[in-house]
């Protein structure tokens, strides 16, 4: 009996980071290739329906943290709310990166071994790079007369790109690492000094 048909008591709480569990325990188990939407809803005891209630594809269990760091993003660099879109980005960006501790790295930059390469965690990946440049392209826009188009782009961009540098690093020091934020404000400093 699944707990969506349990007849008494609350029924279960579903959300992404219940899902994410139970996939990344069939992963470590079975490797990512090796595991089936069908088997996550199982192991998570929900409908195969449901999976797709929370998530577009297999790949995308691995993106919980980001996904929600994205839309915060979006929600706090909304143009309307910001003074000065230059300054308020980077320095939302390094807040959401400080929320990054030692222990909050996300599961596909430690456990490559378990996952593999594919083509579906690779467009998976692509996908939420691009969602990032356009909240952070949305931002910057938003400041009047002072950037142009090339400059808008380049520097969204380039602040992704030192994200992403960043959460590579970050992942790659192991047990001697910090928070995310110490291994971007080199990259972030650097942008932000030349757009100034």
Known sequence: MTAESSPRGRPRVVDRALIQEA???LFAARTFAGTTVDEIAR????SRGT?????TSKA????????ESIDRLG??????????PLVATFAVVREEAALYT???VPWALTQGELIGSTGELQAAA????????RVLQTAVRSRPGVLSDTDVLSLSYGIAGSVLAAAQA???AGVHRTSLDDYLEPGLHRLEKSYR
């Open 170 to 172: 970050w992942a790659g």
């Open 60 to 67: 995308d269990v691995f993106w919980v943290d980001l996904d």
């Open 102 to 104: 030692p222990d909050r």
């Open 43 to 46: 192991c998570a005891g929900i």
């Open 126 to 133: 692509l996908s939420r790079f691009t969602r990032l440049c």
């Open 51 to 55: 999976f797709f209630n929370y998530f």
């Open 23 to 25: 996939a990344f325990e």
């Open 75 to 84: 929600t706090r660099l909304h143009p309307a709310g910001l003074d000065d």
